[in-house]
DNA sequence: TTGGCGCATGGAACCGGTTCCCTAACAGGG
DNA sequence: CCCTGTTAGGGAACCGGTTCCATGCGCCAA
């Protein structure tokens, strides 16, 4: 191996301990001396394993993320806020995904998380199972949520009830009386209470309107085909048929809008759609939205688990990021009004 | 700490070397021992430092992989299939997203990968610039592509030329002569040679079918916002219109059939669309294309860099994968015919 | 009986850094 | 002039594993 400091120590004429506080800036060394390490580490091109050094420090520079997609559009966004963060700040990140009812979340908890790899650990919309929690908490390194309330752990998170009810909100105001949910399976609810929240934000709007008994809520797939396939359902009998759908998230209400174009039904002459996320898509479909940034949450979360690295200690709880109603084109008041 | 593997030893009443041989199950150990150390450790709950192992072995069981974006869905497919592969075979993957023209990249390369961190390194739809294809190789680890060719680096991809000229002859053969594409910026070509290999596929395409004079390129960036636009701009004018578009990726494709219904122009009646990807979403939009399976290119170029890992060298050069032409309804006969 | 071999185990070196502790030189203050 | 404090730098321990080498023992063949 080419470069040990070592080599570099040898080569400047000084020992290993005056080379490392040299190339690390702590500790006493002259201009000179600092001068002539550094210059022999760039002839010999050297670089430090940061292996060795973790060991001694004790620090990886190393955080771990647990996800449960990559791919999806809300997911994505998340990851690059946090990487652009952590790479900023010199940490590295890796990458677990951990699919709702895969396998190898034991494998994940006891295999890669369990060993002392990481500085800290960020964890997007998982709902512990059983003792994961426990052995969450057991790696004794900052831990930081995304989504979901996590006990005992900071999490950012947008208020999901409140957020359905605003997207609710908007419809009734609008005059519709007839507004079904397309959401989330509450069976995938393990992973996700995000689901359940919206629902009830959405239930908790049309009691407050009076309109209980209107409640309509259909379960889909998080995705355009999802919200494709809940719409044609929901939309298929003329005569009992919704004036406005609030959907779970702009994929499902973008796959609700070409559901009902294609079943000929104007958006927002005759129905009115409105979803949760502003995805990038969402303008060019001319989608009202709630929006949330999950950028910046990633963003946020980084810094907060890079905090927490630093020493600070954030106490547990949910911190609420704000929200936004975006007006476009999808919504309107209902035919009759 | 609790748990280094001393103290497992000591309590097994065996010796350091003993425990990690026990452990490893490399070496002579008697059945009765290794019972007794596996018992030890799991009563401390003992978990192996890998930093620690790497140190000695030189091996980090981490893998680097660099890609330009994690959000768009191509990208977000072939993570999940380089993850999961690396995940079932015990390493980790750490991840880097390096934009084309990003002042990052430096950093990437001199900081993050240059440290012996990584046992292998993929790298996603990178076209280096400059000395960085030296840095890579200098980093003696093996090191696999997906996407553009990599002088000396085994590489997985698809045959982009050809694969446009497939989508392009389908148009041909359906009868269209004003056959138009919108593809990816040549300005980006510094990091997506795709452009350029798909843009010359159509054209030879046409050329063959002596169409040359038809061609008419439009570039745009490869999502549905930037097919909507290109489209947009393609069709604007109704006395000079193609009546078949190529696009370069199925997002596009799909921004290109939502501008075309907004427009009043029926597809594939009055236009004929085709894309390439076999996005998820294809289905959906019944969108005729030429399917790449990303998720798998993530697969087996995980399979490669843990081969290259195991010690088999893989000779450089591009791999050609398997593609296929899916037809749905946003392709057929032009109006004329 | 002796030599050699296979198995089981312990001691110690080592990977590549960081850091503690110690010494030395050279101030400045009493 | 001596004591103390500050700056520079070296030696060595240490982080937590893995692996080389040496040792001991039982057993079989010569």
């Known amino acids: 191996m080419a470069g040990a400091i070592a080599d570099v120590a040898a080569l400047a004429g000084v020992s290993k301990a005056t080379a490392s506080r040299a190339l690390s800036g702590k500790g006493y060394v002259s201009p000179e001396t600092r001068q002539r390490v550094v210059q022999a580490a760039s002839t010999i091109g050297y670089v430090a394993s940061p292996n060795a050094a973790s060991l001694v420090t004790g620090h990886t520079k190393n955080v771990g993320v647990v996800i449960p997609y990559i791919g999806r559009w809300f997911f994505g966004q998340i990851l690059e806020g946090i990487e652009q963060q952590l790479l900023a700040r010199g940490y590295d990140m890796t990458l677990y995904t951990l699919e709702p009812f895969s396998p190898a979340r034991d494998r994940v908890f006891d295999f890669f998380l369990a060993r002392k790899r990481f500085d800290g650990v960020i964890a997007v919309n998982i709902q512990?199972?059983?003792?994961?929690?426990?052995?969450?908490?057991?790696?004794?390194?900052?831990?930081?949520?995304?989504?979901?309330?996590?006990?005992?752990?900071?999490?950012?998170?947008?208020?999901?009830?409140?957020?359905?009810?605003?997207?609710?909100?908007?419809?009734?105001?609008?005059?519709?009386?007839?507004?079904?949910?397309?959401?989330?399976?509450?069976?995938?609810?393990?992973?996700?209470?995000?689901?359940?929240?919206?629902?009830?934000?959405?239930?908790?709007?049309?009691?407050?309107?009076?309109?209980?008994?209107?409640?309509?809520?259909?379960?889909?797939?998080?995705?355009?085909?999802?919200?494709?396939?809940?719409?044609?359902?929901?939309?298929?009998?003329?005569?009992?048929r919704p004036t406005a759908i609030f959907a779970a998230s702009d994929e499902v209400a973008i796959g609700t809008i070409i559901a009902a174009r294609r079943m000929g039904i104007a958006v927002p002459t005759d129905l009115s759609v409105i979803g949760i996320d502003g995805h990038d898509y969402a303008e060019l479909f001319s989608?009202?939205?709630?929006?949330?940034?999950?950028?910046?949450?990633?963003?946020?979360?980084?810094?907060?688990?890079?905090?927490?690295?630093?020493?600070?200690?954030?106490?547990?709880g949910v911190r609420d990021l704000p929200t936004r109603l975006v007006m476009r084109s999808s919504t309107g008041r209902p035919a009759g009004a």
């Open 128 to 240: 512990p199972a059983g003792d994961e929690l426990e052995r969450l908490h057991r790696l004794g390194i900052p831990l930081v949520g995304i989504g979901g309330p996590l006990e005992g752990i900071p999490t950012i998170a947008i208020d999901d009830e409140r957020v359905a009810a605003l997207a609710t909100e908007h419809l009734i105001r609008l005059g519709h009386q007839r507004i079904a949910h397309i959401g989330g399976s509450l069976a995938e609810q393990l992973d996700f209470s995000v689901h359940g929240e919206r629902l009830a934000g959405y239930r908790a709007a049309l009691a407050d309107a009076g309109l209980s008994e209107a409640d309509q809520f259909v379960p889909t797939q998080l995705s355009m085909p999802g919200g494709y396939d809940a719409a044609v359902q929901l939309l298929s009998d003329p005569t009992n």
């Open 287 to 316: 989608l009202t939205t709630v929006e949330q940034h999950p950028r910046e949450q990633g963003v946020i979360a980084a810094d907060m688990i890079l905090a927490g690295i630093d020493g600070e200690t954030a106490e547990p």
